[in-house]
Structures are given as C-alpha cells and as structure tokens.
C-alpha cells in the first residue's frame, strides 16, 4: 500500500515548456485534488476531482489542466509554464469521511 | 461559497502558555473539518478531524478543537506550548471539494 505517489519530486521548466506532474493512488480514493503553496498563501485549490470522469476548477485553475481517467490517476498538465508558475504542488486523496492523503510535493521552479 | 479564515498569519507565545489558533468557514452544508501541522520543509501532517458526532476533537500531541456551529468556527487549542510546537498551522474544511486556511505561523518563545 503506497498511498499517494507523486512525481517528479524537484523540476526546473524553461518559460513556455510544458510538463505533467504525477499522481497516483492506491487507496480507491474518489476524491482528489492538487494545490500550490506559496509562502503567506497557504494551499490554493488549483483543480480538483470526486471521481473518474469528473473534473472541477479550484480557486486557481489558469494555466492547468487535468483529467480523470481512472480512480487511481490524477495528473497535472503545465500547458505553456511561466516564473508565476514557480510553487510547491502537492496532490492528494481523501474519501469522504477521512483525512486526506499528500503525495510528498513538487519543487518546481520556472526560469 | 465554501470558505476558510485563519485569524492571525503569525502566532506567538512563550513555552508553557496557552495555544488558541483560529478558524472560521463558511459553508451552506455541514463541513468536514482539519487541522493540519507543517514542519519546515516537510508535508502536512494531520493534527485532528470533525466529521460528525462529538464536537469536541481531541488529536495528536495534545491537541483539540471544538465544531461550533452557531458560531461557524473550529478553534485549534493546546493548553500548555512545547518548543516543538513551533510550526505552521492549517485549517481545513470539506463539503464538495477540501480548500485550506491561509496557514497561521506559531513560535514558541523560551
């Protein structure tokens, strides 16, 4: 049982590259979510989940996208990056009684 | 709308004293309600939880917090601070989707 697997753990991204973040878990989870942390911010809301197939924006959705294909998956898809970009992104999990569940964070930096 | 607000970014009080950590929501159905530690450079770390039943929630590391309705809030209390403490703090809540307070800083002064 790993949890809650999120990859990769550091990235450096050009401005206007793209790139996915990874998340999978193991839990049967239908909830998931991702967020960004910045310092004074707390953890925004960017998009989130409550099942295969659905899909919601958070509080911070421009210039993210993400699908739900499989209750396991959720990925993040950086389309064109930018240094406003640059963050801590954190996926995770949850049922609906429960706490949730971090994948262990992505350090990204935009340059 | 589904809301949360931490009073106070930053926290500070002398080892030994009282921790009160403030949360209000909003929220048009019954929550779901968190509290959350971070250590630097770590991940979240849950604290406590309100789903239903009891309102007040005992949690790790002496820890509680109390679901009161009427006044929409989930205080975080601790009645006496250890040099560990010194962390930053969350409150969340959960009703369609789970979004977090803003974070409140605690410092433990010796």
């Known amino acids: 049982n790993a949890g809650v697997t999120q990859t990769p753990k550091f990235q450096v991204l050009k401005t206007g590259q793209s790139m996915t973040l990874q998340c999978a878990q193991d839990m049967n989870h239908e909830y998931m979510s991702w967020y960004r942390q910045d310092p004074g911010m707390g953890l925004r809301l960017i998009h989130y989940?409550?099942?295969?197939?659905?899909?919601d924006q958070g509080e911070v959705p421009n210039g993210y996208n993400v699908s739900r294909s499989t209750t396991e998956d959720f990925p993040l898809r950086l389309l064109s990056a930018a240094p406003s970009q640059t963050s801590v992104y954190f996926c995770?999990?949850?049922?609906?009684?429960?706490?949730?569940?971090f994948g262990q964070g992505t350090r990204l930096t935009v340059v | 709308a589904q809301s949360v607000t931490q009073l106070g970014s930053h926290v500070s009080v002398s080892e030994g004293a009282l921790v009160l950590l403030r949360c209000n929501y909003s929220?048009?159905?019954?929550?779901?309600l968190f509290w959350y530690v971070q250590y630097p450079n770590q991940g979240l770390q849950l604290l406590l939880k309100?789903?239903?039943?009891?309102?007040l929630v005992k949690g790790i590391n002496g820890f509680e917090a109390e679901f009161k309705k009427s006044e929409t809030s989930f205080h975080l209390t601790k009645p006496s601070a250890h040099m560990s403490d010194a962390a930053e703090y969350f409150c969340a809540v959960h009703t369609g989707k789970l979004i977090f307070g803003q974070g409140t800083t605690l410092q433990v002064k010796p």
């Open positions: 929220s048009s159905v019954p929550p779901y």
């Open positions: 995770a999990s949850k049922s609906w009684d429960t706490e949730a569940f």
């Open positions: 309100y789903t239903t039943g009891a309102t």
């Open positions: 989940s409550v099942g295969a197939g659905i899909t």
